[in-house]
């Protein structure tokens, strides 16, 4: 039987990888673009989100290339919006129409859940090729995701040819590695060449975070390639969110992530569902690390961050950092997109200058009266050593 999934991204090498192990069939469909949108648009209801519109897009290419069995992943343990009933509704938009597949919903990354839901369709499916397919899978997201941290930074050192040639070197050798061992050892070696380029002192770079909703962030099509866009106009930038997330993976418990969502409850106090909250701490998280700006970008018919869009203004205030809001959806134009972007870092760029101004002119001050003190201690010492002198001579006149 022939499958297919969801892609977000890079995401196909990973989810490539998993196939592999497990042994299935996987079809291999093309990043998002205009045909993919304008199909969703055809049959998904009109104020369904766009992420609803474009994975609708890709169902109906991957029945197109014969696809029997459509995965998708619905995670509810992270609180995914409308995300954990997309395929439910999907499926019953299709069949309206004639065609005809199966559906499997990963609303949990537990090799024995998904083991389950795979046998269904493919007895030789065990749970052995599950977990180590769901491990070389999230170990291929990470590595990827330190690739294009890396490639933002080659960006603005050596400039986008070079760093094109880093991507697409690791990013091969990426997908051609299946090994939970090799993947392993392939950290150390992207970033031993990383380093034999220059590098960057981030200190004199501005400094903007995007956040938002997972889809927007990581998917370039969608999001008008934002990264490389703030990488031309010499901006260092960071995801709020990663591809991570979706994979579930978990570091263990952080300090510092604990702190981080106490301040956040203080702004919002319930899951509101997709990655609302997580939007929140991103924000809060990268004003406490001195970033110039913050740039939310989401689905315009997004409930989750539609909610967060009301709150962060409040958010921004009180840590004094400014935010530009940036709402996606098929009526996007790339020229406004392009215009509200460069303006902002243009005026985050005045900010900071007249913020440093300001800094220089209040050291500046205060050594000059740092000084001018002094000036007049020493005076002040000197005129009591000659009232002290004078005093003695009257003495000795006296006498």
Same mark, same amino acid.
């Given at each position: 039987?022939?499958?297919?999934?969801?892609?977000?991204g890079?995401?196909?090498?990973?989810?490539?990888?998993?196939?592999?192990?497990?042994?299935?069939? +996987?079809?291999?469909? &093309?990043?998002?673009?205009?045909?993919?949108? #304008?199909?969703?648009?055809?049959?998904?209801?009109?104020?369904?989100?766009?992420?609803?519109?474009?994975?609708?897009?890709?169902?109906?290419?991957?029945?197109? *290339?014969?696809?029997?069995?459509?995965i998708?992943?619905?995670?509810?343990d992270?609180?995914?919006?409308?995300?954990?009933?997309?395929?439910?509704?999907? @499926?019953?938009?299709?069949? $309206?129409?004639?065609?005809?597949?199966?559906m499997?919903?990963?609303?949990?990354?537990?090799?024995?859940?998904?083991?389950?839901?795979?046998k269904?369709?493919d007895?030789?499916?065990? +749970?052995?090729?599950?977990?180590e397919?769901?491990?070389?899978? =999230? *170990?291929k997201l &990470?590595?990827?995701?330190?690739?294009?941290?890396?490639?933002? @930074?080659?960006?603005? #050192?050596?400039? $986008?040819?070079k760093?094109?040639t880093?991507?697409t070197?690791?990013?091969?050798?990426?997908? @051609?590695?299946?090994?939970?061992?090799?993947?392993?050892?392939?950290?150390?070696?992207?970033?031993?060449?990383?380093?034999k380029?220059?590098?960057?002192?981030?200190?004199?770079?501005?400094?903007? =975070?995007?956040?938002?909703?997972?889809?927007?962030?990581?998917?370039?099509?969608?999001?008008?390639?934002?990264?490389?866009?703030?990488?031309?106009?010499?901006?260092? #930038?960071?995801?709020?969110?990663s591809?991570n997330?979706?994979?579930?993976i978990?570091?263990?418990?952080?300090?510092?992530?604990?702190?981080?969502?106490? $301040?956040?409850?203080?702004?919002?106090?319930h899951?509101?569902? =997709?990655?609302?909250?997580?939007?929140?701490?991103?924000?809060?998280?990268?004003?406490? @690390?001195?970033?110039d700006?913050?740039? /939310?970008?989401?689905?315009?018919?997004?409930?989750?961050?539609i909610?967060?869009?009301?709150?962060?203004?409040?958010?921004?205030?009180?840590?004094?950092?400014?935010?530009?809001?940036?709402?996606?959806d098929? *009526?996007?134009?790339?020229?406004?997109f392009?215009?509200?972007?460069?303006?902002?870092?243009?005026?985050?760029?005045?900010?900071?200058?007249?913020?440093?101004?300001?800094?220089?002119? *209040?050291? /500046?001050?205060t $050594?000059?009266?740092g000084?001018?003190? &002094?000036?007049?201690?020493?005076?002040?010492?000197?005129?009591?050593?000659?009232?002290?002198?004078?005093?003695?001579?009257?003495?000795?006149?006296?006498?």
């Open positions: 039987m022939k499958y297919a999934i969801y892609q977000v890079t995401s196909e090498i990973a989810t490539n990888a998993f196939a592999r192990k497990i042994g299935i069939d +996987l079809i291999t469909l &093309s990043p998002p673009n205009k045909e993919t949108i #304008s199909r969703g648009i055809l049959y998904a209801p009109e104020f369904s989100c766009f992420p609803f519109k474009i994975l609708l897009g890709s169902l109906l290419q991957a029945l197109d *290339q014969g696809a029997q069995i459509f998708i992943p619905t995670p509810k992270i609180g995914a919006c409308q995300l954990a009933d997309f395929g439910m509704a999907q @499926k019953y938009i299709l069949e $309206k129409t004639g065609k005809t597949f199966e499997i919903s990963l609303n949990s990354l537990n090799p024995a859940d998904v083991t389950k839901k795979f269904i369709y007895d030789s499916i065990t +749970l052995k090729k599950v977990t397919g769901l491990i070389v899978a =999230a *170990q &990470s590595l990827m995701e330190e690739v294009e941290t890396f490639y933002r @930074k080659i960006y603005l #050192s050596s400039k $986008k040819q760093a094109e880093f991507r070197k690791w990013m091969k050798i990426i997908d @051609k590695t299946d090994t939970i061992v090799d993947l392993y050892m392939l950290n150390d070696k992207i970033y031993s060449d990383f380093k380029y220059p590098q960057i002192d981030i200190k004199n770079f501005l400094k903007i =975070a995007v956040v938002g909703d997972i889809y927007t962030i990581n998917e370039q099509f969608i999001n008008n390639n934002i990264f490389e866009r703030l990488c031309d106009l010499g901006v260092y #930038s960071e995801k709020g969110i591809l997330a979706f994979a579930g978990n570091f263990g418990i952080n300090p510092e992530d604990i702190l981080l969502n106490n $301040k956040a409850r203080v702004y919002l106090r899951n509101v569902g =997709a990655f609302a909250q997580e939007t929140i701490r991103s924000t809060i998280k990268y004003a406490d @690390k001195g970033f700006g913050i740039i /939310h970008i989401y689905p315009f018919s997004c409930m989750p961050e909610t967060v869009r009301n709150i962060l203004p409040k958010v921004s205030s009180d840590y004094n950092i400014p935010i530009l809001y940036l709402p996606i098929e *009526q996007t134009g790339d020229a406004g392009t215009t509200r972007v460069e303006a902002f870092v243009d005026l985050i760029n005045i900010r900071k200058s007249k913020n440093n101004f300001a800094s220089t002119n *209040q050291n /500046h001050n $050594k000059i009266e000084n001018t003190n &002094s000036n007049n201690a020493d005076n002040d010492n000197n005129n009591d050593t000659n009232i002290s002198k004078i005093n003695t001579n009257k003495s000795s006149n006296v006498e």
